[in-house]
């Protein structure tokens, strides 16, 4: 396994946050998500940045190459295109899944995979397709998770190891996430850096996050605390990582602040550990050998691997319909965390909604009522074609019941929907038609 190019201290691009990133001092690269960004219309920013010579690496999260289904081809060439156009030396996803084919239902979310034989397998040949498709080596992060699976097979460890070992994927290890499952989960971190493949690192990610009532919550909102530099401390006694990148989503703050806590991941990175830390070996474990593109790995071949993703489907079905479609908690669960993860999830969406529809809770009255009404319409309406499609369809929902009840506002709600769903909204004996049928449901 080659060493990861050199990137050094970097952070998160974000529109809200561009100007701020260019004044930076001593900004070595930034990442960017990948879904965020289109190839031939780059933000004047990010080719500002590329022209200083900084670094620009794409970060998807929405191919959940940990799903039961093969990933998509059309993502994997948009990811590709991204990777290229910012002459990327690697790109990034996560270990997770994010939605399901049968029922179609999307998380909008990053959701843990099982730690199982059959889920791993799934796993590995999803890598090894998604390998096979991009232009550039493909790097993995270790997701942050409220609940675990029953049953599990494997530790966190093992799996990424083994991960590693079949496809000769790279890791990106995000130490708040591990962080946030010391907490919700147990899972030492420490244990898990000693026993992963460290020469598989591509880079790491630092974030912040919040506790409530005894859950982590990996917001992205918060400044990065001591413990999470803690494990951050305790990897660069084990290995020199080719980067480091603060995460910022949300809440965010002063320009001082990041370049403040940019300085604290520089104080880790190059004094904590400086002389025992080792830079990357050669791997001990074997490299991912070639192969005949198509052809499936002794383990998950042929049939076998096609009745796991089956049974992974439906696992996953289970799950995921549960936290979005209020069907009941697959037996096994912690109830009571699947119920935060539902919550969770929900006001997830309805932020995400308002970003990107920030009229609407203008139209609604303010910022409660709109989450109040969205909250509702969301209860059993799952997502399943995205973002920009739940904010139309919930702009419908609240139409066909005559809401809001101010006639100014419903008039501007209805400008509103026509504006972006090019037609007009249903004649009121459809809305009826409509509601009636949402009640025998």
Known sequence: MKSMAHLGVGIGWRPEIADAVERLPGLDWVEVVAE????????????RLRERGVRV???????????AERPDAAKLASLGERAVALGAPVVTEHIAFVRTASPALEAGHLLPVQRTREALDVLCENVRIAQDALPVPLALENIAALISWPGEELTEAQFLTELVERTGVRLLIDVANLHTNRVNRGEDPFALLDSIPLEALAYVHVAGGVERGGVWHDTHAHPVPPVVLDILAELRRRVEPAGVLLERDDDFPAEAELAAELAAIRGVVGTVGASPARPAPEAPHPPRTPRTPGAPEARGAGAGLERARVRVAQEQAALLSALVAGTPVPEGFDRQRVGVQTRALAAKRAGVVAKLAPELPGILGGADPYREAFLDYARNRPMTA???RDALDFAEHLLIRDLPADPAARRRLTTWWQDRA???PPRRIVRWARTLVGRAA
């Open 386 to 388: 995205g973002y920009r």
């Open 57 to 67: 690496v794409p970060h998807g999260v929405s191919l959940g190459l940990g799903g």
């Open 36 to 47: 965020n960004i289109c190839p031939g219309h780059l933000p004047a920013s990010l080719l």
């Open 422 to 424: 090019g037609a007009r």
